[in-house]
């Protein structure tokens, strides 16, 4: 679809730069013919790329990583419509999603959740100043229920 979507737009600029004068009227007519099968062409590529149609109902997970600097500590917690996970760091996390012989990475918990259907639809991080510095970072996802 990737290949007709940039072909359709290609063609419709190509098209759209052409002078009407230099045209013959055959020429015009396959022209257009050409521009409004582009257009058609594209309108489906990006109806095809469309979010979710109207109405879809959605169910929101959240991953939450608290990181005390000053003790070098991490505190893990994960929560969806039907469990509340509270592991000890990054790898239990990862053992308890399903995840064969986890490293402890967030990209492997981030990964294990888009495998499971949540789509990443926020990131939020906000660090504290000061002698009791803390990161807070808090990351939310959505799938149709």
Not at 17 to 40: F, Y
Not at 115 to 142: C, M, N, P
Request: proline content about 4%.
């Amino acid at each position: 679809m990737k290949a007709t979507f940039f072909s359709a737009i290609v063609l419709v600029a190509t098209l759209s730069g052409c002078s009407d004068a230099a045209k013959t009227k055959a020429e015009a007519e396959a022209a257009t013919a050409a521009q409004a099968k582009a257009e058609a062409e594209l309108a489906r590529a990006v109806a095809a790329q469309a979010p979710a149609a109207k109405g879809t109902r959605w169910e929101y997970c959240t991953l939450v990583s608290i990181w005390y600097p000053a003790d070098n500590r991490i505190t893990v917690g994960l929560s969806t419509p039907t469990q509340t996970i509270e592991p000890k760091n990054w790898k239990e996390l990862g053992t308890r999603l399903g995840i064969s012989a986890p490293k402890g990475s967030i990209a492997e918990v981030l990964n294990a959740l888009g495998s499971q259907g949540w789509e990443l639809v926020s990131h939020v991080e906000h660090e504290s100043r000061g002698e009791s510095r803390i990161r807070h970072t808090a990351w939310t996802f959505k799938r149709p229920k």
